[in-house]
Structures are given as structure tokens and as C-alpha cells.
């Protein structure tokens, strides 16, 4: 068999059956039953419902006929997978998305397949039209037909009973199969009313029922048959299905009359005309609720779930819809007032309409009443009241002294005065009276100018201490207290200050409180002093109060416009709990009438309605126990359903659900579809939420069916929810699915770990080249500090070499001779040498960088002095290239003068020879270095050093140690190294005489 999409979606549609479904309203006066209707109106694909299962994750599959799946039955074995027998062969899917289909090809013995059936060893049976009966075992078929002992090749039904033999029912009778291969045959020889047999179930007791289609109902206990007919209460011979229910009842569903319920001792017969959906049925079951479901031809499916509400609809020939009152009377009969006119009065066998022919009225009755006497009061809108005495019934009008024709309410106090409650004629009671030993009436009436506020009175209620209390429109309330025989103090209260001081009703409940319903501030009650309100904020469904009433269980029952509410007080006459009944609970007529309410002899509450009477019993009000079956029914990512997108898992069965599911960090919006199945109630089934991972709590209850969470962060989550039914009874366990949003890459673990030691890495290296990078400098410093210290000491030991006091003595003792010899001029210019001289190597001292032409004008004084101290035994040049701009090339002080002073003293001086020493100055092409070249004709260092050893002179060494040192010096603060070179010429050449020394010197230009 082919499944479309189209035919599939039927489950969806009635998993759960959430959609919003109304009643059929069915014109009768016969009381109508707590069904609930639905067919193609409410979502249902067709409305030839076939077959009914019930899945075990509390599902409904519905089997009709050419509308969805095109069911005539359909089970659910012991692993979860669901078989439906078609008029195409056998299909059977494990996860509500995927089929096997079986046929004839596969050895099926017909593909018209009737019934199914899973025997204790867990084999699928298959009864099929003309094709007998198929067992699959092991993947393959055994097929049992006629010729192999079948009574007929169509079957109908099949069943096995407790013992494990297994009944096959056929069109042309049973075969009873035993597990040791025994069978034995029933038909009409045997008893049975007919061979057609639709349907064979086993009670508790052990006995057989089989439906016959042609002759009704028979139960076999082993020995015989026992036919159930007319005469036992069932009139239709067509019955097609059986089923016992959880409290013993065996069911009856037929073809054309609806459907049986059999206690034990009589049947109960339910039709259209007591809200069955349709009188041609074709299966029933009982969920696990206890709600039974019946599949009918052409009226959809309906449910049964309890008798706490019985319906007596109006708009028929005995009652009007609108119910305006109530009343039992002390001969149980109930009496009610509808949009007819008149009253309508049943007596437990039949519904009267009573009017004006027969002596009562054609107008609308709205209020009745029984005085302690036993007389009925009708109080009617616009003709006054009728009063019965069981006879006949006699009127009074406002010409009798009554206040208005208008009566809202009757009631009598502890004197026996009756009051009435008029419109537009405030309030007045009748006082009898024995005048000329006739008895008479006298009306005592109250209006505004009486004291009362409002002349409209809506409800009147007597307490125990004689006080009668009035609810009014738009005067709130009032008590009237008796000071007298017709004397009475006035006292008016308004219920809430700045309310609509619209009091409707009035009653008194428990501890005698007196207790108000009122027209828009909800129901209050009065404690002498003020008034304790509760609301829509208490859990009323509303503050419009039609009427009150307590039952005898102490229960405060409240009528309002959308139902009613069942109020259980606590001690301190505090809201406890509140339950509300509307037509999803079975209250059909859902509106309330002012006042219509009654409590009947037997502990029953009936309540007018604008659609009819209905009758609350309260034995069969049991709270749902059992909480719903809560399911996530799916998932989208942004707004895409999970399973069509990429990161779909392989999908969890029946529910398209991922088995697991990782989604990257941009894929963060996910919406979580979910449903609570409640079959008794799944208008009222409330939800709770939370995401684990985010939530912190869960969610207030709701009636969501989907929560969706935006812009999740990466992280691990679980999805729960859980689910209560209309009584609060919520899921022991919550549904819950988890998944994971993963980080971008730069937010992984391993990335911030990888970062983070990079980051440390990259910290230690600059702190580590930081704290080199210090050392380096605090070294270069400490070297740059050293270095110039070493410098000034050197510059010092320098200053001190070229102030040398045997050059400054001798300096002076040659000056001192030109002056002995009377040579001033001589004296003069040699003193102006020296003094210049020392002024130039002081001032040369302090800088590190002197022009070279001052150099060279210090060198040429110190020599003039040098020559003048040695008698002028030597002269002296000093050369430079004519490229070179001595101006403006500077050189350090104090280099260049050690060397001069060794040539002079080491070198010319001990010479035999008169002496020359010249000094040159030259680039040769290299701008950053000068040269500088000191030649002497004197002994030759060779000779110097040899005479050295023999007399030793420390004046030489020192000299020459310091400009080393500063040479040394110089080279480590510039790139160009200074250099120094000392030769002896008589190295060069024999012939020739003295030393060269050749200095290359740093310059600054």
C-alpha cells in the first residue's frame, strides 16, 4: 500500500487531539450524555472512522475510510510498532516515518485484510475478506482458509482468550483454535443467534460475548449461549463491536442505533439524541484514562469520559434554551422554568409543559420557590406569581398589592412572611392574615422612599437571626432587620468602594457567613464588618457571578458566563483550590443563569444555562489521576524543522527527534515544539520549561506549546518539560533533549590555552628581552659611566703629564734667565707662551673635542717652550695639507703631545746631533680619521729603549701608557678605531736616524 504525506498527517493531527473541538448540540428533552464530538469540522481527515488504537506513548490512531490512513484496523505489538490492516495489505512502521508493506506477493492470504491480532507469542494474525486467515511468523506467512477448516474465507474478527485458544469469527461462524491444534466450530446449531459475527471479546467472569451483525448480542459461558434482545433492553440486532470497560460494563456498539452499556442487570441505551456523534457506529476503546471513544460512519469520533455531567438541552416542545430556574419540590420532582413560558415539571417518567391551559401562564417564570407549607411560588417576569397548592394554582398581581409583576426572587423568612424581589418595584413581603374567619393577604412593600436604595432587587436571602438580605442593581447590599411585626431598620453595604455595586446573588454557607456574587468584583463574603473578595487574581474564571450555591460537601459553587467554578475553602474561608468545568470538562451549557441553581435530594446540583439544564454528580467527578504523556514532537533551527536541515542526526522513532545533535556557534536559535496528551482534557493542559545550561528555574505554567531560546551561547544543554492535566497532576518524569552549540575555533579551549601560552610566551620574551634589554643598558651605562670616568682619569693623568713640574720648572728657569740677563722682551715673549700654554692645555681639559687648530697652535707653544728649556738644540715643523680645514675638524685634547714630549726628550735630546723634529698632518682621502705623523731625527727608539733599561726613566712609560689607554678608549665608542704605530727609522734605512710615530685619530667635522 501506498502512504502519502497527505494520509500520514492524519496521526499528526490526532496525536494528542489538541485541536479546540466543540459539541454537537442534538435538539431532545432526553438527557444527553458527557460526549465530546469530533469530526471534519475539528480537524479530522474523514469522518468514517473505522478503527481506533492507542499507542503506547498515549497516541491516538484513527482508521477511516478514504480520508488518512485508510484503516479498517490497526494494533500495536509488544516492541511499539503499529500494524494497519488496509484494503491494500498489511503495513507496519517502527518509528511513525517508514513502512513495510505486506500482499498477497509476500504470501498474505488476501490483500483486503479485515482485523489483526498479536497472540501471547507475540505472532501477528490477519483476518482478510475471502483470503481466511494469515499468521505471520519469522518473516512469512501460514495462511488457514476454508478448505483447511475456516467456517468462512471472510473474517471479521479474531481474538484470544485467556486460556490462549484463539476464536476466529467469520461470516459464517466461529472456529476456536487450541494451542495443542485442537478446534471446534460454533454457528447457529449451536445456539448463536446468527453466523455473522463481527466481534468476540472475553470478560473478567471468563465468558464470551459475540457481536452478530443480524442477531444481536450473545454471551457464551462455556455451555451455552445467552441472546441479549429487546426484551433485555438492547432493541438492535446490528451490533458490530464490544468492549469491556475498567469498571466491569460491557459495551455494545451497533450499526444503526448507537450504542449499549450493560451493568450486570440493564442496559443503558446512548444515541444521537443524547450526544452520541452518530447512531451508526463501527468500533469503540477505552484509553488509558478511562475515557471511552467510539468511531462512528459518518459522524466522526466522540468521547465518553464520565457521567458527571448530564445535559437536558431545551428548544424542544418541553423546553425552552434558556433555563431561568430550578427546584426540586418534597416529592422529588423537579420543576423548570425556561424561554418557553409556562414551567415544565418531570416526574421521573415524563416532561409536562404547563401553561396558560392549564391554569398557570404563558409567560417566562423566573424564579420558583417551596415555603415550609409545601406551596410553590413562581414568581414570572411581568405577570406576578402563582402560587400552587398541589391542586390548583392561584395568582397574585400588583392589583393584589404586590410591588411590580416583575419577580427576580421568592423566599420566606423565620416568620413566615414571604418576600419577593421585583424589578422596578423594590421589594415587599406577604404577611397572611384571619380576618372574619377568612384568611387574607397583605403585601408591605419597600422602595427608595422607604430606604432602600435601588428598587431593583435581584436576590433576596433569610439568615438564622431573622435578618433578610437583598442584593440589588446598582445599590449594592442591604439588610433589612427586623425591629418588629412590620418594622425594620435598613442597613446598606457596598461590597467594594468604587465597584458596580451589582449584587446578584446572595447565600449563606458555612460558620453562616453571608456570601455575595456579584456583577463584575467577583464573590466576597461578610464577617459582620467587612467584606473578603476573591477574583479572576484568586483563580475565578471571572468577577461576573450569575450564582452561588454550597453543596453538601461544603464546596462553593460559582456560575459565571464561562462555566463554572468549584471553590474548596480552607479554615479561614480562603480560596484552597479552584477547579473550573466549561464544555471541554462537560459543562455544555456554559452560561450561567442568575440564581438558576439547585441542590437536589440525593446531594445533585442542577444549574440553568442559556443552552438548557444540566445535572452535576458528584460521585462521578473523580480528579484525573493520571498526568499527561508529555512528547517533544520537534525541532527547528531558526526556521527550518531540524530534520530538513544538515546537522540532522539519525532521527529518534516516531517523533523526529535527533538522537544527538551538535550545532556550530552560528547556528544558535532553536524553537522546541512539545505536546502533553491528554485525552480527557486537552484544552487544559498546562506546560512548564526550562533549558539546563541557561534557565535557572522553570518557566511560569502555560499553555505553550512551543518555547524558543535566541541567540544561545556556545555550551552543553538539556531541554525539559513537563506537562499537568486540568487537575495539577503534573509528569513524574519531565521530556528532555540535549544538545551542544560549539565554540568558534578562537573560543576553544584548546585555542585560549594555545593563546594563552603564546600570550605568556610572548610576555616572558619581552619581559626577557626587557630586563636584557635594562642589563644591556644599565651595563652600557655602568661601561659608558666607567668608560667616562676612565676617560676623565686619563684626561687628568694627561693634564698632568703635559703639566709636568720639570717642564714648568725648567719652563720658568729658562724665562728666569732672560730676566736675570736683563732680557725682558726675551722674558715676556716666552712668559706669554707659557702662560698661554698652560690656559690652553687648562681650558683643552674640559672638553672632549677641540678643533685642530687649536691643537696645533698648543703644540707649537709647548715646543717654543720645549726649545727655549733645551737651549735650542733641536727646531721643529708642523705641516698640513692645504685640503685640510683645521678649523673645522675637531680631534680629542691631550693626544698628541705625550709623543711630541718623547721625541723631544727621548729622542733628540740625547742626540749628539742637533735635532729636528717635524710633525705633518694629513686625510688621505678617509673624512672620519686624520693622521698624524711625529718624526724625529734623534737616536731611534731602539736605542731609547736599550738606554731605557740601563736608566730608567718613569716619565716616558707613563706618558705613553695613558695615550694608549685613551686610544683604547677612543675605539670603544667609534666605529673608525684609532690606531697607533711607533717605527724606528733605522729600521727603514741604515743610514738613517730617529723614530716616526703615526697616529690615526677620530675626528668630528
Keep these: 500500500m501506498r502512504f502519502s504525506r497527505e494520509r500520514y498527517f492524519m496521526k499528526q493531527i490526532i496525536m494528542g487531539l489538541i485541536a479546540v473541538l466543540w459539541l454537537f448540540p442534538n435538539p431532545a428533552c432526553a438527557q444527553q450524555y458527557n460526549f465530546r464530538n469530533y469530526s471534519v469540522a475539528e480537524g479530522l481527515a474523514q469522518s468514517q472512522v473505522y478503527a481506533i488504537c492507542q499507542d503506547r506513548r498515549g497516541n491516538l490512531w484513527l482508521g477511516t475510510r478514504g480520508g488518512g490512513v485508510n484503516i479498517f484496523d490497526g494494533i500495536e505489538d509488544h516492541t511499539g510498532a503499529i500494524w494497519i490492516a488496509t484494503d491494500e495489505g498489511v503495513s507496519v512502521t517502527k518509528d511513525g516515518r517508514h513502512f513495510t508493506n505486506y500482499t498477497t506477493k509476500e504470501g498474505l492470504g488476501s490483500n483486503l485484510v479485515l482485523c489483526l491480532m498479536e497472540d501471547k507469542?507475540?505472532?501477528?494474525?490477519?483476518?482478510?475478506?475471502?483470503?481466511?486467515?494469515?499468521?505471520?511468523?519469522?518473516?512469512?506467512?501460514?495462511?488457514?482458509?476454508?478448505?483447511?477448516?475456516?467456517?468462512?474465507?471472510?473474517?471479521?474478527?479474531?481474538?484470544?482468550?485467556?486460556?490462549?485458544?484463539?476464536?476466529?469469527?467469520?461470516?459464517?461462524?466461529?472456529?476456536?483454535?487450541?494451542?495443542?491444534?485442537?478446534?471446534?466450530?460454533?454457528n447457529m446449531n449451536n445456539g448463536l443467534p446468527s453466523n455473522d459475527i463481527r466481534h468476540i471479546i472475553q470478560d473478567p467472569g471468563g465468558n464470551m460475548w459475540i457481536a452478530t451483525y443480524t442477531g444481536g448480542v450473545s454471551v457464551y459461558d462455556g455451555s451455552q449461549f445467552r441472546t441479549f434482545g429487546a426484551n433485555d433492553g438492547l432493541t438492535s440486532e446490528k451490533a458490530i463491536w464490544l468492549m469491556n470497560d475498567k469498571k466491569g460494563n460491557i459495551w455494545v456498539a451497533t450499526y444503526d442505533e448507537g450504542a449499549y452499556r450493560y451493568d450486570g442487570f440493564h442496559f443503558t441505551h446512548f444515541t444521537e439524541e443524547k450526544g452520541l456523534c452518530n447512531n451508526s457506529l463501527r468500533c469503540m476503546l477505552q484509553d488509558n484514562q478511562g475515557n471511552i471513544w467510539f468511531g462512528s460512519s459518518a459522524g466522526g469520533i466522540c468521547r465518553f469520559d464520565s457521567e458527571r455531567f448530564k445535559h437536558l438541552a431545551g428548544n424542544n416542545d418541553k423546553l425552552g434554551n434558556v433555563v431561568y430556574a430550578i427546584h426540586e419540590d418534597h416529592?422529588?420532582?423537579?420543576?423548570?422554568?425556561?424561554?418557553?413560558?409556562?414551567?415544565?415539571?418531570?416526574?421521573?417518567?415524563?416532561?409536562?409543559?404547563?401553561?396558560?391551559?392549564?391554569?398557570?401562564?404563558?409567560?417566562?417564570?423566573?424564579?420558583?420557590?417551596?415555603?415550609?407549607?409545601?406551596?410553590?411560588?413562581?414568581?414570572?417576569?411581568?405577570?406576578?406569581?402563582?402560587?400552587?397548592?398541589?391542586?390548583?394554582?392561584?395568582?397574585?398581581?400588583?392589583?393584589?398589592?404586590?410591588?411590580?409583576?416583575?419577580?427576580?426572587?421568592?423566599?420566606?423568612?423565620?416568620?413566615?412572611?414571604?418576600?419577593?424581589?421585583?424589578?422596578?418595584?423594590?421589594?415587599?413581603?406577604?404577611?397572611?392574615?384571619?380576618?372574619?374567619?377568612?384568611?387574607?393577604?397583605?403585601?408591605?412593600?419597600?422602595?427608595?422612599?422607604?430606604?432602600?436604595?435601588?428598587?431593583?432587587?435581584?436576590?433576596?436571602?433569610?439568615?438564622?437571626?431573622?435578618?433578610?438580605?437583598?442584593?440589588?442593581?446598582?445599590?449594592?447590599?442591604?439588610?433589612?432587620?427586623?425591629?418588629?411585626?412590620?418594622?425594620?431598620?435598613?442597613?446598606?453595604?457596598?461590597?467594594?468602594?468604587g465597584g458596580t455595586h451589582i449584587v446578584r446573588t446572595v447565600t449563606t454557607g458555612n460558620q453562616g457567613r453571608v456570601w455575595i456574587g456579584t456583577g463584575g468584583d467577583g464573590v466576597a463574603w461578610f464577617d459582620g464588618t467587612s467584606f473578603h473578595a476573591f477574583t479572576k487574581a484568586d483563580g475565578l474564571s471571572s468577577n461576573n457571578i450569575y450564582s452561588m450555591t454550597f453543596d453538601r460537601a461544603g464546596f462553593l459553587w460559582v456560575g459565571t458566563e464561562k462555566g463554572l467554578d468549584k471553590i474548596e475553602l480552607n479554615a479561614g474561608t480562603g480560596i484552597k483550590s479552584v477547579r473550573h468545568y466549561a464544555r471541554a470538562e462537560g459543562f455544555n451549557g456554559i452560561e450561567t443563569i442568575q440564581n438558576s441553581v439547585c441542590v437536589d435530594h440525593t446531594g445533585n446540583l442542577w444549574f440553568g444555562t442559556v443552552n438548557g439544564t444540566t445535572e452535576y454528580n458528584a460521585t462521578e467527578d473523580q480528579p484525573n489521576a493520571q498526568s499527561p504523556a508529555i512528547h517533544i514532537t520537534g525541532i527547528k533551527l531558526f526556521f527550518d524543522r531540524i530534520e530538513d536541515t544538515p546537522y540532522k542526526d539519525s532521527l529518534s522513532p516516531w517523533y523526529s527527534i535527533p538522537k544527538s545533535l551538535v550545532l556550530p556557534y552560528d547556528k544558535n536559535e532553536l524553537s522546541f515544539d512539545f505536546t502533553g496528551i491528554n485525552l480527557s482534557n486537552p484544552e487544559h493542559v498546562s506546560y512548564q520549561w526550562k533549558l539546563e545550561g541557561l534557565d535557572k528555574g522553570w518557566s511560569p505554567p502555560n499553555q505553550n506549546r512551543t518555547a524558543t531560546y535566541n541567540n544561545l551561547p556556545p555550551g552543553k544543554y538539556t531541554f525539559m518539560v513537563k506537562s499537568a492535566n486540568e487537575d495539577g497532576k503534573w509528569d513524574a518524569e519531565p521530556a528532555s533533549f540535549s544538545f551542544t552549540i560549539t565554540p568558534p575555533f578562537w573560543a576553544t579551549l584548546w585555542f585560549r590555552l594555545s593563546a594563552g601560552a603564546f600570550l605568556v610566551l610572548l610576555v616572558y620574551l619581552g619581559f626577557s628581552l626587557r630586563v636584557r634589554a635594562l642589563r644591556r643598558k644599565n651595563q652600557a651605562e655602568k661601561d659608558k659611566i666607567e668608560l667616562e670616568k676612565n676617560i676623565i682619569e686619563l684626561e687628568q693623568q694627561a693634564l698632568l703629564l703635559q703639566m709636568n713640574p720639570h717642564f714648568i720648572f725648567n719652563s720658568l728657569n729658562s724665562i728666569s734667565t732672560f730676566i736675570t740677563r736683563n732680557e725682558p722682551a726675551a722674558a715676556k715673549k716666552y712668559l706669554a707662551k707659557f702662560a698661554r700654554l698652560m690656559r690652553q692645555i687648562l681650558q683643552n681639559s674640559t672638553e672632549a673635542f677641540i678643533p685642530l687648530e687649536e691643537e696645533i697652535n698648543m703644540l707649537r707653544n709647548y715646543l717654543d717652550l720645549e726649545m727655549l728649556c733645551h737651549g735650542h738644540k733641536f727646531d721643529y715643523q708642523v705641516l698640513a695639507d692645504a685640503g685640510l680645514d683645521a678649523a673645522m675638524i675637531a680631534i680629542p685634547p691631550m693626544l698628541i703631545q705625550p709623543f711630541i714630549e718623547n721625541a723631544v726628550l727621548h729622542g733628540v735630546v740625547p742626540s749628539e746631533n742637533e735635532g729636528h723634529i717635524e710633525i705633518s698632518f694629513s686625510q688621505n682621502g678617509k673624512p672620519h680619521e686624520i693622521i698624524c705623523k711625529i718624526r724625529d731625527n734623534g737616536i731611534g727608539i731602539n736605542h731609547a729603549l736599550a738606554a731605557k733599561n740601563q736608566n730608567a726613566s718613569d716619565h716616558k712609560s707613563m706618558a705613553y701608557?695613558?695615550?694608549?689607554?685613551?686610544?683604547?678608549?677612543?675605539?670603544?665608542?667609534?666605529?673608525?678605531?684609532?690606531?697607533?704605530?711607533?717605527?724606528?727609522?733605522?729600521?727603514?734605512?741604515?743610514?738613517?736616524?730617529?723614530?716616526?710615530?703615526?697616529?690615526?685619530?677620530?675626528?668630528?667635522?
Design 961 to 1005: 701608557t695613558v695615550t694608549e689607554k685613551r686610544l683604547e678608549m677612543m675605539q670603544e665608542n667609534t666605529t673608525h678605531k684609532p690606531q697607533v704605530v711607533v717605527r724606528d727609522l733605522g729600521d727603514i734605512s741604515p743610514d738613517r736616524h730617529g723614530t716616526e710615530v703615526v697616529l690615526t685619530i677620530p675626528i668630528e667635522i
Design 331 to 497: 416529592l422529588h420532582r423537579m420543576w423548570y422554568a425556561s424561554s418557553l413560558g409556562g414551567v415544565t415539571r418531570f416526574d421521573s417518567m415524563k416532561y409536562v409543559l404547563i401553561r396558560k391551559d392549564q391554569g398557570f401562564t404563558n409567560f417566562k417564570v423566573r424564579c420558583i420557590y417551596e415555603d415550609p407549607a409545601g406551596k410553590l411560588w413562581f414568581g414570572t417576569i411581568g405577570d406576578g406569581v402563582f402560587v400552587y397548592d398541589g391542586h390548583g394554582y392561584t395568582h397574585l398581581g400588583s392589583k393584589n398589592g404586590l410591588s411590580s409583576n416583575f419577580i427576580n426572587d421568592i423566599t420566606s423568612d423565620k416568620y413566615g412572611n414571604i418576600w419577593f424581589a421585583t424589578a422596578g418595584g423594590g421589594a415587599c413581603f406577604a404577611k397572611e392574615s384571619v380576618v372574619d374567619s377568612n384568611k387574607r393577604i397583605a403585601f408591605h412593600k419597600f422602595g427608595p422612599k422607604n430606604g432602600l436604595v435601588s428598587d431593583r432587587v435581584l436576590s433576596l436571602m433569610a439568615d438564622t437571626m431573622g435578618n433578610m438580605w437583598m442584593g440589588t442593581q446598582g445599590g449594592g447590599l442591604v439588610k433589612f432587620s427586623n425591629t418588629g411585626d412590620t418594622f425594620f431598620s435598613i442597613t446598606t453595604y457596598n461590597v467594594r468602594p
Design 121 to 186: 507469542q507475540g505472532i501477528i494474525w490477519m483476518g482478510t475478506n475471502q483470503g481466511g486467515v494469515s499468521k505471520f511468523i519469522n518473516g512469512n506467512f501460514v495462511t488457514y482458509t476454508k478448505k483447511t477448516g475456516l467456517p468462512s474465507n471472510i473474517v471479521n474478527c479474531l481474538m484470544q482468550d485467556k486460556d490462549g485458544d484463539t476464536w476466529i469469527g467469520t461470516d459464517g461462524g466461529i472456529l476456536r483454535m487450541g494451542q495443542e491444534g485442537s478446534t471446534k466450530k460454533y
